[in-house]
């Protein structure tokens, strides 16, 4: 293992060391922001918004359907991240996800709703999520996620 670089959420005023795994995998440990993003009910979120980063057969990711994880601007820079396989860990569960949107620098841990709902997260877009660093988002940069028979394209 290897540490990359220590990011600060400069919104929820927190810093996490990002490392690189044996297996090429990138992870760090942060909060969890529900992400509404690309869904039928995006306008609940009060920052939502109809697309996502992230698009399959034209259409956005939708965050209700779909497990994902948003990755601040700056992971662009570790290469394909947008489509590539991850995973997001919490309270001894590891549910498998996609790299689907990318976030603002203040932000650092948000997933989509079907993801909360998997990790037992209430999915309240303002009172949901979690505020303390206790989920690990681990991505493969490069490597296409594969959900429920769908390959997504790395971007």
Known sequence: MKKLTTVHS??????????????????FVGDFDVDWDGSPNWQKDPTGQPETALTHNGKPIDSERVAGIVLPKEARKLGKILGCKATASYKGKTIPCVVFDIGPSRKLGEGSVKLAQLLG???HPVKGGTSRQEITYRFWPGIAAVLDGVTYKLR
Not at 13 to 20: F, G, P
């Open 10 to 27: 400069k919104g929820e005023n927190y810093s996490a060391d990002v490392i690189k795994d044996d297996d090429g995998s990138i992870f």
């Open 121 to 123: 997260i209430n999915t």
